[in-house]
């Protein structure tokens, strides 16, 4: 009975968890995917902290320069005070992956990082 059980599981719910799994993108391609759910992947070339005030995000930039930058990784005080590293120290000139779903942040895609563990620095 139990197998059948799963079954009719894996029969009904297979394709909606499917459907689920993360886009691996790159920072380049992140405004085809605003709204979803991805796995992003990329260096940071020259990584760039902004403290703009005391309630706006910390926000590390990923692109190219500072002026080319194509994706904003946002962290909020409360998160990022519980962060065992500095997210610009850690991950400038490295290759990074971030879990998160695409949003838009000032006119450019985002992502809001609200757990280290979001984070996996790859080199």
Known sequence: MKKFVYLLLIVLFGNTLYAQQESKI????????????????D?????????????????????????TRTLAL???KDVLKNFSFDPE?????????????????????AIYVQSEEQLNVED
């Open 89 to 109: 120290k850690k991950m400038e000139n490295h290759t990074f992956c971030v879990h998160g779903k695409i949003t838009m942040y000032k006119g450019k895609p």
């Open 74 to 76: 946002l962290f909020t």
């Open 26 to 41: 790159t920072a380049a391609q992140a405004g085809d995917f605003v709204g979803k759910s991805v796995l992003l992947c």
């Open 43 to 67: 260096r940071v070339k020259n990584g760039h902290m902004d403290n703009i005030s005391k309630d706006e995000p910390t926000i590390v930039y990923v692109g190219d320069t500072y002026e």
